[in-house]
């Protein structure tokens, strides 16, 4: 067996543009419905003190685990929009306000085409 190798050089004096800061910015958070957690919210109040952020990226705003479709034995859809509202709620201070993270939602939903809260 030929053990390949792999030389890698960098120059940490050069510069190849600007600083890309996005980081600072925007944060992945996983999955929306673990924002419900304590644990997850702590953990996310940690890294806001310490590396400070203005947006979270979530996905599963409408999975199943926040539970917010349904349909009736009837076949009528039927909404549920408490887990959303416990995460993103701007009204009433919910998590994600508590951090000071601004969201940013789907065009279907800011539109509401998924139904009425």
Known sequence: MTANVRLLRA?????????DTMPKRCVG?????????????RQLRYVKEHCGFGYLRMHGLLGDDMGVYREEASGR??????YSDEV???RKRRTLDRFGA???T???ARKNHLGSP
Do not use: I, K, M, T
């Open 88 to 90: 993103y709620a701007p």
């Open 102 to 104: 601004r969201r940013v």
């Open 77 to 82: 859809a039927e909404f549920n929009w408490q």
């Open 11 to 19: 120059d940490f004096q050069a510069s190849r543009g600007p600083l």
């Open 29 to 41: 958070a996983g999955r929306v419905a673990e924002g419900l957690r304590g644990d997850w919210q």
């Open 106 to 108: 789907s065009h279907a």
